[in-house]
C-alpha cells in the first residue's frame, strides 16, 4: 500500500501529468511557430534590402551608361572646337598678313605723321593771327577802367 505522505504547506498539488505534458507540447509548438515567424521576418528584411540594392545597383548602371553616352560626345565636340579655331587663327593672319606689308604700314604712317605737321602749321598760324589781331583791337579802342 501506498504511504501517505503528509504536505505542510499548500504549495504542492498532486495533478494528473498528461494535461501538463499536453500543455509542454502545445508551449513547444507555439515557440517553434515563434521562431519561424521571426526567422521569416528577418528572411523577408533581408530580402527587402536585396531588393532596395538591386535597383540601386540598377540606376548607378543607368546612370554609368548614359555618362558613357555623354563622355563619347566629348571628343567630337572637342574635334569641332579646334577646328573652329584653326579656321579663326587662319582668318587672323589673313587679316594680319594683309596689313602687315612693312612698306604699305610705313607709308600710311607718313602720311599720318604729314597731316599731323600740317594741322600744327594751321593751329599755330591761326594762333599768330588771333595774337596780331588782339593787338590790333587793343590799339583801336581805349582803355576803359571800371571801379568796383
Do not use: C, H
Not at 4 to 33: A, H, T
Not at 119 to 133: A, E, G, H, V, Y
Amino acid at each position: 500500500m501506498p504511504k501517505e505522505v503528509e504536505i505542510q504547506s499548500d504549495d504542492y498539488e498532486v495533478v494528473p501529468v498528461g494535461p501538463i505534458r499536453r500543455l509542454e507540447e502545445r508551449i513547444r509548438k507555439m515557440e517553434r511557430g515563434k521562431e519561424g515567424f521571426v526567422y521569416e521576418s528577418f528572411v523577408r528584411e533581408i530580402l527587402e534590402l536585396i531588393q532596395s540594392n538591386q535597383k540601386l545597383v540598377d540606376e548607378i548602371v543607368k546612370a554609368n551608361d548614359s555618362l558613357r553616352d555623354e563622355l563619347a560626345k566629348i571628343p567630337g565636340k572637342i574635334d569641332e572646337l579646334l577646328q573652329t579655331w584653326r579656321e579663326f587663327i587662319n582668318i587672323l593672319k589673313e587679316v594680319g598678313g594683309a596689313e602687315a606689308n612693312s612698306t604699305s604700314m610705313n607709308e600710311q604712317f607718313n602720311k599720318l605723321i604729314e597731316q599731323n605737321r600740317e594741322m600744327l602749321d594751321s593751329m599755330k598760324s591761326m594762333k599768330s593771327r588771333r595774337i596780331s589781331q588782339g593787338f590790333e583791337t587793343a590799339k583801336k579802342y581805349p582803355k576803359i577802367k571800371i571801379k568796383r
